[in-house]
Nanobody, 130 residues
């Protein structure tokens, strides 16, 4: 059975850092691009970052402007895991963070258009507050 499970969220002070993990099971991660998204209360889900199936693309033109330069995405296919490292966190980064998969063939440029992602995790809460 296909699963994506996020972890690593929590409460962090402004200016701090977090590393989120997305562990995949039930499918071969190598064939998929993985995107990270977030959704704050009352706001639409937005794209944060994306990594292509071979790791050659580690950003997306669709990433939210507010996170650019503060996030790093990586993957370890042997561990079926994709990581999102975020630094210099701000209160406006508070949201539920989700990972999702997209066929590498269908989404070669790692677009963060939500319709290109067919499976989603349950999310992990990130709260940035002093």
């Amino acid at each position: 059975q296909l699963h994506l499970v996020e972890s690593g969220g929590g409460l962090v002070q402004p200016g701090g850092s977090l590393r989120l993990s997305c562990v995949a099971s039930g499918f071969t991660l190598d064939y998929y691009s993985i995107g990270w998204f977030r959704q704050a209360p009352g706001k639409a889900r937005e794209g944060v970052s994306c990594i292509s199936r071979n790791g050659g693309i580690t950003d997306s033109a669709d990433s939210a402007d507010s996170v650019k330069g503060r996030v790093t995405i990586s993957r370890d296919n042997a561990k079926n895991t994709v990581y999102l490292h975020m630094n210099n966190l701000k209160p406006e980064d508070t949201a539920v963070y989700y990972c999702a998969r997209s066929s590498g063939a269908r989404n070669p440029l790692c677009s963060l258009h939500i319709g290109l992602f067919d499976s989603w995790g349950q999310g992990t809460q990130v709260t940035v507050s002093s």
